[in-house]
């Protein structure tokens, strides 16, 4: 047990580590006349509790004439284990300082994962051992001693960083330094000439799986997080796989009749790679369709696969066939929780705007998160198309991912937009102090 002492101004403060309290994050902190007592099952607990403390000192004592700390007992602990934002540097690169300052500012909302969406068509954002390749005639990458401060910076604020490398499609950049990893058929040239046109890794070639195996292994090896993300989003499989000599060679001696069953021996050995090192997988959930109607997986994922649910529209089935199959899932519905779309009509992005739907504050926050079942939790994306620097990135931000962080760590129950609302001003007077270009939301607060 560590127990620390202070005494300022008569009042007797105590932070006591008791591993006899249950949950890794639960913390409870008593003020009263004689003092402030701060007690957490774990320091990551504590430090969890500090920033409630943060928050009181921040609105009760600064903000109020009496100057004073109120009594208060606070026995709090998360609802579910997994708070997440999600930046995309392969879109427009964020530096390790800017980074660490949006881990600065998510420790705050008590904020435990943060994934980062390392490559995509645009751009191969990390370091990967012995492929130098991959990242040559750029200086917009994480070198392996980058991805340990960002690590350990996070670290320090108990925030696991989660690599995301996006394969079969979003795969450009891969592709730009290793052609020959493609598919062989008549348009590539073109397809790889457009990002977001969905050019893919070939299912039929060796190469990319011995490269993957080496991507993943490094991954592994640099990120001491349990988890790889392996992307798995919007495999344009059609305009590739199925057109593909070698795919459909492949298909024929599997027996398959549709190209998208190969996505289940691609990610087999891709899954295997990763079941390897140790580690545990996590994908974007796909479905036979892309909106309703849809019935089920577009590929068998097996059930030690951690799905995330994100395309609008597709929640309720994503969380049906998930209980059902077993998989665990992290909620980033696309109608909640996607912070690169615009706060309110005619708000930013103005640049790269493709008619994203708006999502406003208070949508954010009634993301429905059921809890007692395989929900593990919330995921705000920030994808980095429109999002040029990391101000634009707090700007999309803030305050919604206070809205998300939320829902994340109270009980669906407990959960008030009146009282989250009434919480604001305080909260963003304090973004403001620390120089976060958040948004204000003008229009929850009326005349
Ligand atoms: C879809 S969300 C994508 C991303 C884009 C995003 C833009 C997902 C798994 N894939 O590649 O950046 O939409 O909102």
Same mark, same amino acid.
């Given at each position: 047990?560590?127990?620390?002492?202070?005494?300022?101004?008569?009042?007797?403060?105590?932070?006591?580590?008791?591993?006899?309290?249950?949950?890794?994050?639960?913390?409870?902190?008593?003020?009263?006349?004689?003092?402030?007592?701060?007690?957490?099952?774990?320091?990551?607990?504590?430090?969890?509790?500090?920033?409630?403390?943060?928050?009181?000192?921040?609105?009760?004592?600064?903000?109020?004439?009496?100057?004073?700390?109120?009594?208060?007992?606070?026995?709090?602990?998360?609802?579910?284990?997994?708070?997440?934002?999600?930046?995309?540097?392969?879109?427009?690169?964020?530096?390790?300082?800017?980074?660490?300052?949006?881990?600065?500012?998510?420790?705050?909302?008590?904020?435990?994962?943060?994934?980062?969406?390392?490559?995509?068509?645009?751009?191969?954002?990390?370091?990967?051992?012995?492929?130098?390749?991959?990242?040559?005639?750029?200086?917009?990458?994480?070198?392996?001693?980058?991805?340990?401060?960002?690590?350990?910076?996070?670290?320090?604020?108990?925030?696991?960083?989660?690599?995301?490398?996006?394969?079969?499609?979003?795969?450009?950049?891969?592709?730009?330094?290793?052609?020959?990893?493609?598919?062989?058929?008549?348009?590539?040239?073109?397809?790889?000439?457009?990002?977001?046109?969905?050019?893919?890794?070939?299912?039929?070639?060796?190469?990319?799986?011995?490269?993957?195996?080496?991507?993943?292994?490094?991954?592994?090896?640099?990120?001491?997080?349990?988890?790889?993300?392996?992307?798995?989003?919007?495999?344009?499989?059609?305009?590739?796989?199925?057109?593909?000599?070698?795919?459909?060679?492949?298909?024929?001696? /599997?027996?398959?009749?549709? +190209?998208?069953?190969?996505?289940?021996?691609?990610?087999? =050995?891709?899954?295997? $790679?990763? @079941? #390897? *090192?140790?580690?545990?997988?996590?994908?974007?959930?796909?479905?036979?369709?892309?909106?309703?109607?849809?019935?089920?997986?577009?590929?068998?994922?097996?059930?030690?696969?951690?799905?995330?649910?994100w395309r609008n529209?597709?929640?309720?089935?994503?969380?049906?066939?998930?209980?059902?199959?077993?998989?665990?899932?992290?909620?980033?519905?696309?109608?909640?929780?996607?912070?690169?779309?615009?706060?309110?009509?005619?708000?930013?992005?103005?640049?790269?705007?493709?008619g994203m739907p708006?999502?406003?504050?208070?949508?954010?926050?009634?993301?429905?998160?059921?809890?007692?079942?395989?929900?593990?939790?919330?995921?705000?994306?920030?994808?980095?198309?429109?999002?040029?620097?990391?101000?634009?990135?707090?700007?999309?931000?803030?305050? /919604?991912?206070?809205?998300? +962080?939320?829902?994340?760590?109270?009980?669906?129950?407990? =959960?008030?937009?009146? $009282?989250? @609302? #009434? *919480?604001?001003?305080?909260?963003?007077?304090?973004?403001?102090?620390?120089?976060?270009?958040?948004?204000?939301?003008?229009?929850?607060?009326?005349d």
């Open positions: 047990m560590t127990e620390h002492f202070g005494e300022g101004n008569g009042v007797k403060t105590r932070l006591e580590v008791d591993p006899s309290m249950s949950g890794k994050e639960h913390y409870r902190l008593e003020v009263n006349p004689s003092g402030l007592h701060l007690t957490g099952a774990s320091e990551e607990a504590l430090f969890r509790g500090m920033q409630t403390l943060d928050q009181i000192l921040w609105g009760d004592v600064a903000a109020t004439a009496r100057g004073e700390i109120s009594p208060v007992v606070i026995d709090d602990a998360p609802a579910f284990p997994r708070r997440a934002l999600m930046l995309d540097p392969a879109r427009h690169f964020i530096p390790v300082k800017d980074v660490k300052r949006f881990i600065d500012i998510m420790a705050r909302y008590k904020f435990n994962v943060l994934q980062l969406h390392l490559t995509d068509d645009e751009g191969w954002r990390v370091e990967i051992a012995g492929h130098p390749e991959l990242t040559a005639g750029s200086d917009q990458y994480y070198s392996e001693s980058d991805i340990r401060e960002i690590i350990g910076y996070a670290a320090d604020r108990y925030i696991e960083i989660v690599p995301e490398t996006d394969i079969p499609g979003h795969t450009r950049a891969l592709l730009s330094a290793h052609p020959e990893l493609g598919c062989h058929i008549a348009d590539s040239a073109a397809l790889a000439a457009v990002p977001g046109a969905g050019v893919m890794a070939c299912a039929a070639n060796d190469s990319v799986y011995s490269l993957y195996d080496d991507i993943i292994g490094c991954l592994a090896s640099m990120f001491p997080s349990p988890y790889i993300h392996l992307g798995g989003d919007e495999a344009a499989i059609e305009r590739n796989w199925a057109l593909c000599g070698d795919c459909r060679r492949m298909m024929s001696e /599997r027996g398959y009749t549709e +190209a998208a069953s190969l996505m289940n021996d691609f990610f087999g =050995r891709m899954l295997s $790679s990763v @079941r #390897s *090192r140790g580690k545990k997988a996590i994908l974007w959930c796909e479905l036979d369709n892309i909106y309703m109607p849809a019935e089920k997986y577009l590929m068998d994922y097996p059930s030690d696969v951690t799905l995330v649910t529209g597709l929640t309720p089935k994503c969380m049906e066939l998930t209980a059902a199959n077993g998989n665990p899932l992290i909620m980033a519905p696309g109608e909640h929780a996607y912070l690169d779309y615009p706060q309110m009509k005619g708000d930013l992005p103005e640049h790269n705007n493709w708006v999502t406003t504050l208070q949508r954010s926050y009634s993301i429905d998160m059921p809890a007692n079942g395989n929900v593990e939790g919330v995921m705000g994306t920030l994808w980095g198309e429109a999002i040029a620097d990391v101000d634009r990135a707090f700007y999309m931000a803030y305050p /919604r991912a206070m809205a998300l +962080a939320e829902a994340g760590w109270t009980l669906p129950e407990r =959960r008030s937009w009146d $009282s989250f @609302r #009434s *919480r604001l001003p305080g909260a963003l007077s304090k973004l403001m102090q620390l120089g976060v270009s958040f948004r204000v939301p003008f229009e929850v607060f009326g």
